[in-house]
């Protein structure tokens, strides 16, 4: 059994990241397709949330970590 992770850029910070394709916090750009977002903007994101009282935004704890590849199929 292998293991599998993409590397790519955050579609909000353009920022380069390592992530789980799975599970990785993503949002749909004017195509509808998936887009990853990273960490540190998600964690950006909360902050701003908690100012105006909106709950944080959650991802996997495994969102940036590499995956079996058996869920990749």
């Given at each position: 059994?292998?293991y599998?992770?993409?590397m ?18 993503s ?12 960490k540190?903007?998600i ?26 590849e058996?869920?990749?199929?």
């Amino acid at each position: 059994m292998g293991y599998a992770f993409v590397m790519g850029y955050c579609f909000t910070c353009g920022g380069f990241m390592t992530f789980n394709p799975v599970r990785v916090p993503s949002i749909r750009d004017a195509n509808g397709v998936r887009q990853p977002v990273c960490k540190g903007c998600i964690d950006r994101a909360n902050i701003e949330r908690a100012k105006i009282n909106m709950p944080p935004l959650t991802h996997a704890e495994d969102a940036y970590e590499a995956c079996e590849e058996s869920e990749l199929v």
